[in-house]
Each structure stands twice: as structure tokens, then as C-alpha cells.
């Protein structure tokens, strides 16, 4: 394949590496005008400076990336692959895209992130689902610069647990852009932004990430639970959503695919 890459940062350059390893051709990286000069034969500044025979654009760039060129790219007639799904709680973004994609005759890809049992999430919304909840635990240091700072000191959090956010998917997206992608993807997959509960905690006895779903239904019930690891270069950035960008690669690719 052919492929464009949004961004630079940790999961990009993960995402870049690999991608070498596999013999997929990297034609182009989209990055801030400013930056263009850095590699000038590889990096563009927009996306109408992207080629036009890519097979696929990844955006690993964030939510505000994904805003900015997510539109465009599929207009162009790109598939677009992100792992930004907490910018679709924004109802005028999720219109924006979809609107975009039907009108590139493109599709937007999304993956999983750093959260795993959606596939079982989205087979039990076929029948009844009472509930889903997602609860999202980390050290206080990983919410450092998210609105819990407004809740509680994390400095001074060494002991014990604080909930500092309760509420719906849409709500925890919509207030922790950069925390919360997880949450939306949970959303996503079940009873959608509104339905599903989160609860965001500040746990000073924890030292990785952990998410959790609780979700019942006519299916039964289940408790999923994830302990993640940050990637080394990043503490702010899940090593399992950098490596879910290429397994949805994977699946987009393959001939045979789970």
C-alpha cells in the first residue's frame, strides 16, 4: 500500500516504524506548515499537497488533527484510518466526516485504541443492552493537564483514590480531548456517546492505566479489564493504541481477516 501519515509524535513514529518493517511505502507525511523544511521530500503542509494515488491516509495526530484534515482527506477519496475517536462525540464532527466520506465515495476507519472487547460490545447491541460503563483509573501524574487538575491536587495525591469525572461518554470526550478516546471508543461500539457512563478516577495505589468495561444485556453481562503500558518515549500515549492503528491495518489489508 501506498500510504499518507498525519503527525509526528509518539504514536506516529511508532506507526512509522513499523511500517518500514513491513515494506509498506510511506509517500508523505502531513505535519504544521512550520515544519514542512525539516524533510521537505518527505513532509507536506497540507492536505492538498498529499499525492494523489495514496491508498490509505493514518491520522495519529490527535483530535484537533483530525478535525482540521479529516474532512479533506476523505473528500479527496482517501480512506482515512484514526485512532482520534473522541473527536466523534462532537455532534458538527461526526457530520463533518460522514458528509465528507459519502461525498469522496471514501471511509473512515477507526481504531480500537487502547481498550480491547469491542467486538463483543458490538455484537451484544444487536439484541437489548441495559447498560455499558466505562471507569478509567491512572496514576495521578497521567492526568496531569486534563480537567482533574480542576478536582483535585494530583501533587499531592499519594494516597487513597479520587472519581474526579462522572458522566456520559460524550461529556468525557468533549472535556478530555486528550484522555478520553478510550471512552469514546467504548461509546462506539455499544449503546453510543449519551448512553454509556464513565467514571474517570486519580488512583495514587496504581501505577499503569487501567480501563474497564461493565456492560449488560440480553447477551448476559461481562467485566473487561485492561492494564496498559505507556510508550517508552511518552508516558501520555498507549503503547496497545499505537499498536491498534496496525492491526486495523492488518484487517484492511489482509485477505482473511478476524
Not at 479527496?76 to 458538527?92: I, K, N
Request: glycine share 8%; proline share 4%; charged share 20%.
Amino acid at each position: 500500500m501506498k500510504i499518507g501519515l498525519i503527525g509526528v509524535g509518539a504514536i506516529a513514529n511508532y506507526v512509522r516504524e513499523a511500517l518500514k518493517s513491513r515494506n509498506e511505502m510511506l509517500a508523505a507525511v502531513l505535519v504544521r506548515p512550520s515544519r514542512v523544511r525539516e524533510a521537505p521530500e518527505l513532509y507536506v503542509g497540507a492536505v492538498a499537497d498529499l499525492p494523489d494515488d495514496l491508498d490509505l491516509v493514518i491520522d495519529c495526530a490527535g483530535h484537533a488533527a483530525l478535525v482540521e484534515h479529516g474532512p479533506a482527506v476523505l473528500l479527496r477519496g482517501f480512506d482515512l484510518l484514526s485512532v482520534s475517536l473522541g473527536a466523534l462525540a462532537d455532534p458538527d464532527t461526526y457530520a463533518s466526516l460522514e458528509q465528507a466520506a459519502a461525498k469522496g465515495g471514501a471511509r473512515l476507519h477507526l481504531a480500537s485504541g487502547a481498550i480491547g472487547a469491542l467486538d463483543c460490545l458490538q455484537a451484544a447491541r444487536v439484541g437489548q443492552m441495559e447498560s455499558v460503563t466505562y471507569i478509567g483509573r491512572k496514576p495521578p501524574q497521567g492526568w496531569k493537564g486534563s480537567p482533574a487538575e480542576d478536582v483535585t491536587d494530583l501533587d499531592t495525591l499519594v494516597s487513597g483514590e479520587v472519581i474526579h469525572f462522572e458522566g456520559s461518554a460524550r461529556q468525557a470526550a468533549l472535556r478530555y480531548p486528550k484522555n478520553a478516546n478510550v471512552a469514546a471508543a467504548v461509546a462506539l461500539a455499544g449503546k453510543g456517546f449519551d448512553a454509556t457512563q464513565v467514571r474517570l478516577i486519580a488512583d495514587a495505589t496504581v501505577t499503569e492505566n487501567i480501563h474497564q468495561i461493565e456492560a449488560s444485556g440480553d447477551f448476559g453481562r461481562f467485566t473487561f479489564q485492561i492494564n496498559g503500558k505507556a510508550m517508552p518515549d511518552n508516558p501520555r500515549s498507549s503503547a496497545l493504541a499505537a499498536m491498534s492503528v496496525l492491526s486495523k491495518l492488518d484487517q484492511l489489508t489482509r485477505s482473511i481477516s478476524l
